[in-house]
């Protein structure tokens, strides 16, 4: 602590949801950001700071008492290793915490987990897993599509008026944000203008791991998940189309008023009245998710969830985990 502020440090702090997390820190009134790490971009100004982008070797964790990791897979659990021996606390926005075992981080990322020693990790999503955060030393925030996914079906699967065996099918659109920084020939302006396009179709998004992993804690019955991606030709935002089939016990009229009771005291999450339909314009840049629901039939429902895929999706939400773990207000410079 400096001056009762909590002193933190950013690694990764020029990617877009590093960008995004030094824009929330700079406005939270118990943080100092102490240093932001950027390889590519050492020397320069971190827009809206004093500071200037160091690279990562050149960090101090002397200096901080929590770093937040905006760094790719296999770089970030190093750096989680080395923070948490020196006693600093952790939010990790990379995939490498996120997965409960080394084995299925190797069968989802294709490479063998980088520091097998620190997982399990409690999942970073407060709406469901609030009570596993305060206290602890490393939280790992979910990604943008899980996080958007797992809110639109949270109050089923606790419910458990899922239909066993049946497939919970997810058609999912994020902007091209999503991608990161770096340039890819996909997502260049030309390419994506005036394009609409699926990717890793099916079962093999990496994040179809993460999401069931999730699913399974709350609901382990439940059938496969259909899990589709697709790049919108837009800066930000992430929607989640969900599909399921609702069992005998429980009717697609009755979810209104399930989805009501399970979020209204979530000040982040907001049902939209029966009829409304869940757009990226309830969400963009706002730290928060919206949910509409369409009854099809008395047993198919559509869900529709939507996040800023870098703010609810990724660095809001580490903010909100960071204040849980310090104890304060949760939605402290998110509002």
Known sequence: MMNGHIRVGIYGA?????????EILVRHP????VFATSNTYAGDTVP?????YI???QADLADVDIVFLALPHKASAPVAAAALQAGVKVVDLSADLRLN????????YQTPHPNPELLPVPYGLPEINRAQIPGNAVIAAPGCYPTTTILG??????????????????????????????????????????NFSPYSPGRSHRHVGEIEQEIGKLNGAV??????????????????????????????????????????????????????????????????CAISLTPVTERYLHITSVTDNLRKGASGQAVQCFNLMFGLPETTALL
């Open 30 to 33: 118990q943080v100092t950001i």
């Open 101 to 108: 075992t080394p084995e299925a981080y190797e069968r989802w």
């Open 55 to 57: 690279p990562h070797a």
């Open 48 to 52: 809206g700071t004093p500071l200037t």
């Open 223 to 288: 059938g496969p998940l259909i899990f589709t991606p697709h790049l919108l030709p837009v800066d930000r935002g992430l929607m989640a189309s969900i599909y399921v089939t609702l069992n005998d016990g429980f009717t697609s009229d009755e979810a209104q008023g399930l989805y009501e009771e399970t979020y209204q005291h979530e000040p982040l999450v907001t049902v939209l009245p029966p009829k409304q339909q869940a757009t990226l314009r309830h969400v963009v840049r706002t730290n928060g």
């Open 153 to 194: 079906l949270y109050p089923l699967l606790q419910a458990h008026v899922l239909l066993d065996g049946a497939p919970i099918i997810v058609d999912a659109k994020s902007g091209v944000s999503g991608a990161g920084r770096e340039p890819k020939p996909n997502t260049h302006f030309v390419e994506v203008f005036s």
């Open 14 to 22: 020029s990617g877009y949801a590093g960008i995004e997390l030094v």
